[in-house]
């Protein structure tokens, strides 16, 4: 008897063929991975033939590999995950791609696939620094306009690059260098014998 992740399996391989570069099953969810040049038709595919018709893209993120496996991944280092759904098949897949360039990463953007793709793109190019080519309003979305780097990227400082106060004297906001002092904590030792209790 086949399975329903046989299924889809069978199904995904029948419409991509060789351009899944790699397809693993895991968790019952199948994850392929497909070349950066092939994954807009390739996601097209995916949406339009009846085989798979996800019609419906339920996420999409950034992933930085650069510390995976305890910095043993030798990959390429930033990676896009979509999550599609299929409500005709009632089946879903995830679509792992990675970018050619680390140091600047550039994939082909979802926006005219799935519409839902483009606070998605914004997300993953404002904390990964991912770009996305062809996506019309390519901007940051959670952090401020002013913000400095990509925050979700394993290199960026855990404190950042600037902080945020408000000056009295200006009346305003101000962005200034992170200055952090560095603090001796002691611990607190009670010799009391009945300290705590009543």
Known sequence: MTTKLEMLEAAVKNVLGERILESRSALGELTIVVAPSEYLQAMRDLRDHADTNFEELIDLCG?????????????????????????KHNWRLRVRVFAADDDVPVLP???????????????AFDFFGILFEGHNDLRRILTDYGFIGHPFRKDFPVSGYVEMRYDAEQKRVVYQPVTIEPREITPRVIREENYGMK
């Open 109 to 123: 953007s979802l926006i005219d696939v799935w519409n839902a793709a483009n606070w998605y793109e914004r997300e």
């Open 63 to 87: 992933v930085d590999y650069s510390a995976y496996g305890d910095g043993a991944w030798e990959g390429a280092r930033f990676a896009v995950v979509s999550h599609l759904l299929s409500i």
